[in-house]
T-cell receptor, first 110, second 115 residues
Framework: RKEVEQDPGPFNVPEGATVAFNCTYS??????FFWYRQDCRKEPKLLMS???SGNEDGRFTAQLNRASQYISLLIRDSKLSDSATYLC???????????FGKGTMLLVSP | GAGVSQSPSNKVTEKGKDVELRCDPI?????LYWYRQSLGQGLEFLIY????????KSGLPSDRFSAERTGGSVSTLTIQRTQQEDSAVYLC?????????????FGPGTRLTVT
């Protein structure tokens, strides 16, 4: 089983749609979870951290299910500017280093 | 403020040559990370520095790869006797401390092409 697995997509959605991505991780010792966003040919940038209780930032909601070892990201009211690859990121157990999923591509169309 | 910078932005080299890639982290960031990303692939962790020491080198793919960091700041990643499979974007990131919940800030990357 890969350390972090994501559906590569692409997810094609119209503007205004709600879309959800899931991610599973294999290391039960992982403690920190993030969603990063990567635009085409650009570097990744932190979108949001994922907390045990779930957290929301505007149109974005992240959830963590430790028992099932999966993380989700929900985007409401999609904008054209949301088109990007969304990377699920998990720390490597007791280390500070992060393991990145291969990403899920989102394409929002007019 | 200034972000993470990397140089060169692009590097084309012939197979068998050595290359050096440079990373300038955000001032005051003690942790520095190197990754590489091949076309259509995810980020592959290479090495992590805390200050000048490298507690985790587990991602270096072979002994042709080495990295150092001096003065707790600039880092260089060296690839000796480059091979075509080394072609990728090499990304550097830094974080304030090596805490588990720390955001990593990425540089724009160096695109390496080995011909």
């Amino acid at each position: 089983r890969k350390e972090v697995e994501q559906d590569p997509g692409p997810f094609n959605v119209p503007e205004g749609a709600t879309v959800a991505f899931n991610c599973t991780y294999s290391n039960s010792a992982s403690q920190s979870f993030f969603w990063y966003r990567q635009d085409c040919r650009k570097e990744p940038k932190l979108l949001m951290s994922v907390y045990s209780s779930g957290n929301e930032d505007g149109r974005f909601t992240a959830q963590l299910n430790r028992a099932s070892q999966y993380i989700s990201l929900l985007i409401r009211d999609s904008k054209l500017s949301d088109s990007a690859t969304y990377l699920c990121v998990v720390n490597r157990g007791g280390y500070s280093t992060l393991t990145f999923g291969k990403g899920t591509m989102l394409l929002v169309s007019p | 403020g200034a972000g993470v910078s990397q140089s060169p932005s692009n590097k084309v080299t012939e197979k068998g040559k050595d290359v050096e890639l440079r990373c300038d982290p955000i001032s005051g960031h003690t942790a520095l990370y190197w990754y590489r990303q091949s076309l259509g692939q995810g980020l592959e962790f290479l090495i992590y520095f805390q200050g000048n020491s490298a507690p985790d080198k587990s991602g270096l793919p072979s002994d042709r790869f080495s990295a150092e960091r001096t003065g707790g700041s600039v880092s260089t990643l060296t690839i000796q006797r480059t091979q075509q499979e080394d072609s990728a974007v090499y990304l550097c990131a830094s974080s304030l401390i090596a805490g588990q919940a720390d955001e990593q800030y990425f540089g724009p990357g160096t695109r390496l092409t080995v011909t």
